[in-house]
């Protein structure tokens, strides 16, 4: 069985930083892109960042860029997010998600991804 398993998630203050991190059970995405989105109560789940199989490309929605920095260790078949100067709107659950096929660009809507983890807790306090 393929999992994603995220960690990392916490209750901050604002301005605090955060790192969460996805490992993969049951096979490895070294050869897909693989991204983060986030979902907050009563809204939809929305893309947060994505970044390339080799690492070698990321992109972010505006909300974070400056802020948030994605990036993947191959060695250890695992995906950061770095997440600095957090903000209130910034809570919400963060998932996990490993691209449902290769793409030639990097996937940043929902139905582009296949094997999303369970979810980690981020709490933003003003």
């Known amino acids: 069985q393929v999992q994603l398993v995220e960690s990392g998630g916490g209750y901050v203050q604002s301005g605090d930083s955060l790192r969460l991190s996805c490992t993969p059970s049951?096979?490895?995405?070294?050869?897909?892109?693989m991204g983060w989105f986030r979902q907050a109560p009563g809204k939809e789940r929305e893309f947060v960042s994505a970044?390339?199989?080799?690492?070698?490309?990321?992109e972010y929605a505006d909300s974070v860029k400056g802020r948030f920095t994605i990036s993947r260790d191959h060695a250890k078949f695992t995906i950061y997010l770095q997440m600095n100067s957090l903000k209130p709107e910034d809570t919400a659950v963060y998932y996990c998600?490993?691209?449902?096929?290769?793409?030639?660009?990097?996937?940043?809507?929902?139905?582009?991804?296949?094997?999303w983890g369970q979810g980690t807790q981020v709490t933003v306090s003003s």
């Open positions: 049951g096979r490895t995405f070294t050869s897909f892109a």
């Open positions: 998600a490993a691209a449902a096929r290769y793409y030639n660009f990097l996937p940043q809507r929902v139905e582009e991804y296949y094997y």
């Open positions: 970044i390339s199989w080799n690492g070698g490309s990321t």
